[in-house]
């Protein structure tokens, strides 16, 4: 799992080594890590090192003296390098070190006009940020902000560019403990952070302009620190994922109660249902109108499919929401599966009526425009492009507002524990955000859910507390979700309806992974 620490925690493990003299040992380590991710990402370019150009931004702190000197292991390869030099107060000795090993150097002031600058800059192989750093607070400002405006004028959207970006320890603009963009900010295409990641690389729209996060080991201790958001690795899911054993049977590998649907939205519960499947699940209890059971029989079969009631469906986990409008029965259901105690995830239709206390094993999945109203339900005021701007922030307020798991839909899942737990995934691609998405989305979680709802040890597995399982098991319903739709958008754009073939794809990747880790 990959764990982010604040800056400020940063900072204070970076203490004791700086009090006894290794400042300077620290900021080589860093380089080195940079120049060597640097080396990586011209390679996969196909441009190699001599005859590449690159230029570095230096701002005033420590970052611009680690950009600076991966600039000088840069030159010392065959890289021709300019820094821009955006403060007054650029480190001494790694500006002295840049400038020995034959690179040039001109500082941005009033007599520079920063649209020149960044003309030349659009021109190199590679841009190596190193404006701001964890110390900074609030956004770009001055001839930073001016060249930053002007750079992303010049070169365009990250996408068509032909600068690689590499942002050193975090892209300029971001906050580092929240990801809030205020202003300008140089998207990089990739960031290599120092020590531990921050937040801000793993939350909100600092976390979409992070690019590939690479994270440098510099010798920092944070035994005593308690991280502030955390990532799912593959390894992480698949010790998760259930395997059959000789001695199972349908029952024993997780039966999963979906009510969605309606008879204005049939198709939500098919879509829930047949990932669900896709996942390897023992079995899927559908209960609602006979309409609905009617399609998803066209599609799975396998299905098992009622009208009767929670109680009578016995099941590990449910799903409810998805498509279940205009519907009493399928509210009333709703309610009866979020009184249960078993795990539920509850989407769309039926976060309207959440009880007002549940606990974590009740997921809650909302985009930003449903959470501002379970907000609203609970007297909090808050604009959805606040939420869309702070989605961490918002998650843990319901999360400890309600006593459920919340995950907040986006590019970026945000997924809150009421413990205070944050799990942020950034494995999705634009190409899912699309009508029915978030049904199958809903069907993978409570798969997962109803496979783990008997384990004992799956908590321990990841190193949580058990109360914190079920946003995990929301993190790793996410990492799933959006592997599926990169593979599937590798074909073209992505029919909701077809992600089950990849989502049975990803999950035997990831059991694959964990054989070849024994």
Known sequence: MLEAFSGSDVRAAEAPLIDAGQGDALMQKAAHGLFGVVLGLLREAGRGTYGATAVVLAGGGNNGADALYAGERLLRRGVGATAILLSDRVHTASLAAFTRAGGTSVRLDDGVDPAALAIHASSADILLDGILGTGATGGLRGGARAFVEAFNDVAGPRA?????????????????????????????????????????????????????????????????????????????????????????????????GVAAGSARYPGAAALAVGAALATGIGMVRYLGPDA???????????????????????SQAWVVGPGAVDDDDQRRRAVDAMTSGLPV???????????????????????????????????????????????????????EITGATVLLKGFTTVVAAPSGILIAQTDATPWLSSAGSGDTLSGIIGALAASVAGDDHAASRLGLAEEDLWAAVAAAGALIHGRAGQRAARRGPIVVSDLPADIGAVIADLLEERRLAM
């Not at 906050?175 to 205020?182: I, K, P």
């Not at 239709?349 to 339900?377: C, F, M, S, W, Y």
């Open 160 to 256: 068509t560019r032909s600068t690689i970006v590499v942002a050193c320890d975090l892209p300029s603009g971001i906050g580092v403990d929240t990801g809030l963009v205020d202003g300008p900010v140089l998207a990089a295409d990739a960031t290599v952070t120092f020590g531990a990641a921050k937040p801000g690389l793993l939350l909100g729209n600092g976390a979409v302009s992070t690019g590939e996060l690479n994270v440098v080991d510099i010798g920092l201790d944070f035994a005593v620190f308690t991280p502030a958001a955390r990532r799912l690795l593959d390894a992480d899911v698949a010790a998760l994922l259930r395997l059959p054993t000789p001695l199972d049977h349908k029952y024993s590998r997780g039966v999963l």
């Open 292 to 314: 609905v059971a009617s399609l998803i029989h066209q599609r799975n079969p396998e299905a098992v499919a009622s009208s009767g009631s929670v109680a009578d469906a016995r």
């Open 345 to 399: 995830v509850v989407d769309a239709g039926a976060l309207a009526g959440i009880p007002e206390r549940v606990g974590p094993q009740v997921i809650l999945t909302p985009h930003a425009g449903e959470l501002r109203q379970v907000l609203a339900e609970r007297g909090v005021d808050a604009e959805r492009s606040d939420i869309e701007a702070e989605p961490a922030h918002f998650a843990l307020r319901v999360a």
